[in-house]
């Protein structure tokens, strides 16, 4: 099985869920080089691995306060590795496979392998399960951050992984009724009592009018909200505890930042999955059921009571949330996502590409921020992380996936044979791997 890691995971999202703690800082991840690492230790660094060992300690005090009453299966502490994206120099809570150090203050360190990939995500190192981070997240969003991964490692130790496949998520009107979906959640969050029951009826109106055109990805879109969107949840509750008013307000904002973006196919789930999360508001089913949520509308509608959902959007509806000026500004964007599809098509047949047959042996990391659906034609990626038993490859200058093979955009003047290491691309062959031109398009084989 392929692994996909998310090397940027909305981190404008994650910056609106933190708890202000006093954390000094990961400045030994940061700081530390490969040079320095091979050398002995200063006391300067053990200083800086003992501010590591305090935001573990912190990490799992929250844990501990809360010792399994939101999610019920236990204490949410797990092994956590932290690792800088250009030393990939790693400290974690935990030993480390890769690494023969003795630890310092309780702190583990050392350099992680080429073959694996730095990604806000988790990490299987012979056969241990970390959550994994990149140390360059600033210091008041590393909480939220951590403890958002810290969920994914759950899920993938329960066997609660989900698939999806949202492309339907950016077209006119599958767009039109997600963001009437967010306003409505927006209300929500700002009211109470009737009124709150109200919204999310409306909210649930909306969603339902998108899952009449689009029946065949109601699992898909449920799948991605539990798989990004409930991580946000709990990290957030497990950070603001009762404060409702501040997770509401930073919910809200969350949803006004998202809501005009281009593309909605790789972050909508964190918004919409984290705001329902919280709005269900019934912490036996967060105990006993969350893990096993699979329709997100019907878990809706039990938590609140609501008995049915109008079939027809009531004009009063769309007219609270001016129904027609959504659909004029979608208009526009439908119009703006035609011209880079039509880019990106002319470029993937003019320009030279480097073709990657994706197996189980090559993984990728990639902004989920900066991709897209295009269509039959696959999915296009402004920049990716690639890597295998042929080496690593970096680019900035675009990939698109379709089915099996990764079509990586290159200059004309790449050398073939041999390493290429450019601003916006980098390729760095392992011993016995070459590049070659065949047509007008490359290749990575393996000299025989």
Known sequence: ?????????????KMLYFRVIRIVGLLFVVS???????????????????QNMQFFQQIKEICDADNGRLLGFGNYYCPIMIVNRESRFVVANTSLPFSDKAPINGVYYGVLPEKYNIANSTIDIDTTLYAMFNSDIPTDMMSFVCLHEMFHYWQEKKDMGRSYNNAHIDTKWARVYLILELK?????????????????????TFRKQRHLLFPQHIEDETNFEFHEGFPDFV????????DNEVVQQKMYDNIERRSSDNSFYRNFGYTTGATYAYLIRDFELYRTK?????????????????????????KEYKEKYNFEQVVHHEDSVAEYRQYLFDSIANKFTKEPLIVVEWNKDVHIGFNPNQMFSMDSLGTYYSLMHISGDFGTMQTEKGVLMQNDYLFVFVDKDLDTGKNSIRQTFKIVLNKGWFLVKQ?????????K
Request: charged residues 20%; contains cysteine; proline residues 2%.
């Open 1 to 13: 099985m392929n692994r996909i890691v998310i090397v940027e995971e909305s981190i404008n999202i």
């Open 32 to 50: 530390l080089s490969q040079a320095s690492f091979a050398q002995k230790l200063t006391a300067e660094d053990s200083v800086s691995l003992t």
């Open 184 to 204: 409505a959640l927006q209300n929500a969050l700002l009211s109470e009592d009737e009124q709150q029951h109200q919204a999310i009826l409306e909210a649930l």
């Open 235 to 242: 990290a957030c509750k497990l950070l603001y505890t009762d």
């Open 290 to 314: 969350l893990f096993q949520i699979s329709d997100i509308v019907s878990t809706m509608m039990q938590s609140r009571n609501i008995t049915d959902i109008p079939d027809i959007i009531p």
């Open 439 to 447: 047509n007008a398009h490359y290749f990575i084989v393996k000299k």
